[in-house]
């Protein structure tokens, strides 16, 4: 009798988690479904069921109820991530930060308004809890200092690693330690699970903005939480409240990504660490930021203007987001973390001279012919850069 594997390799997920029902139901692709409601003639098990969900924030057992309450297409994505980051629940959202907004307001919830992060976070998270837009009261501090910041009502700690956009790294299994009963957060949407998986080193909640790595082709705006069920419920609760729901279309975009996931982090990865050791070894270029657990993000800071090399690119696009099929660049200080004080973008190492690129899948020659033409003259530079940075 033949033996069948019970796990299968992240790759092999990526394709196949989602679709497992689709043969049954005769079917290859997986269907679309932009219903907004559906038929139902026993209210009373309706009222059971809404009760349920009231309760727990479960998903109804059964047909569909209410788009806002969840969607077929949208679940098979979150299913899908779930397995890949190794989890037992995803919950998706109409963008990254209404997926964070989500975990504080479910905090909040319950009398913890107290959230202890580290920086640099993506620019508009360190705004939404610096402005406490939710309610939230933030204390900054580096990894070495969680256990001591944390306090009776502290209700999360947020880290992101890599962080956004300086690359460093934290060492994930320490902090979850130091945060003793208190959820670890860990932004993961920079090294997707292709790289590295928080939950297996003790984060109870994984964030993505899947708008960037999980969609990979710059269509689809989307965010995800994965994490255990009991958190998850309380998520459904909260996005059903507040209505932050995934469009069907963009459910079916990023269950669609899922499949190349593997492929393209890994291409886009062999390009930037290509990148990074040229722009290393580039006199025009002062520091280059590129993290251990490798990816397809580079950072550097250049000797001259910064504004000059984003003019200069021809192949590379100047604009904001990350993750795509191709190259995007863009500066830091004027539009992603703009919106942080200046003060402390530059204690958190995000300086005016910090340009990041975001690797795409080009020929790396072609990349490089850009990059060089737009870094401008070699002539007047310093000899050699002062170092590569990696962690």
């Known amino acids: 009798m033949e033996t069948r594997r019970t796990t299968r390799a992240l790759a092999t997920e990526a394709v196949h988690a989602g679709r497992d029902d689709l043969a049954g139901l005769g079917l290859h692709a997986p269907p679309i ?15 059971a069921r809404i009760d349920a969900f009231a309760t727990t924030g479960a998903e109804p057992e059964g047909p569909p109820v209410y788009g806002r309450l969840g ?14 980051e190794g989890t037992e ?14 975990v504080l307001l479910v905090r ?96 109870r909640l994984v964030l993505h903005s899947a708008t960037k790595y999980l969609g990979g082709h710059g269509d689809v705006l989307a965010g995800v939480v994965a994490c255990d069920e009991e958190f998850a419920g309380r998520l459904r609760q909260v996005r059903f409240a507040t209505g932050g729901v995934l469009h069907p ?25 290509e990148l990074a050791a040229r722009l290393a070894a580039d006199p025009r270029v002062a520091r280059v930021h590129y993290p251990r657990v490798g990816g397809a993000m580079v950072s ?32 830091p200080a004027s539009i992603s973390h703009r919106i942080v004080d200046a003060d402390d973008r530059r204690d958190a190492g995000v300086s005016d001279r910090l340009l990041r690129l975001s690797v795409g899948l080009e020929d790396v020659e072609d990349l490089w012919a850009d990059l060089d033409a737009a870094l401008g003259e070699r002539a007047g530079t310093p000899a050699r850069p002062e170092t590569l940075v990696q962690g």
């Open 33 to 47: 479904d932009l219903s907004t409601t559906y038929p139902s003639y026993d209210s009373r098990g309706e009222a």
């Open 71 to 84: 969607n077929p297409t949208v679940a098979r994505f979150e299913t899908a991530l779930a397995r890949l």
């Open 89 to 102: 629940s995803a919950v998706a959202f109409a963008s990254g930060m209404a997926a964070l907004s989500a």
């Open 108 to 203: 909040g919830s319950m009398g913890l308004r107290h959230v202890v992060a580290v920086r640099p976070l993506y620019g508009c998270s360190d705004h939404l809890l610096t402005a406490g837009l939710l309610g939230s009261e933030v204390t900054w501090t580096d990894p070495a200092g969680v256990a001591d910041a944390l306090r009776p009502d502290t209700g999360l700690v947020l880290v992101e690693s890599p962080a956004n956009p300086t690359l460093a790294e934290i060492d994930l299994r320490a902090v979850a330690h130091a945060c003793g009963s208190v959820p670890l957060l860990v932004d993961n949407t920079f090294a997707t699970p292709v790289l590295q998986r928080p939950a297996e080193q003790g984060a």
């Open 249 to 273: 279309l963009a459910g079916y975009l990023l269950l669609r990504g899922l499949s190349t996931l593997p492929v393209r982090v890994r291409a886009a990865s062999a390009n930037a660490a």
């Open 300 to 331: 550097f800071e250049v000797h001259g203007d910064p504004h000059e090399v984003i003019a200069a690119v021809r192949l590379i696009t100047p604009a904001v987001s990350l993750g795509s099929v191709d190259s995007l660049i863009q500066h």
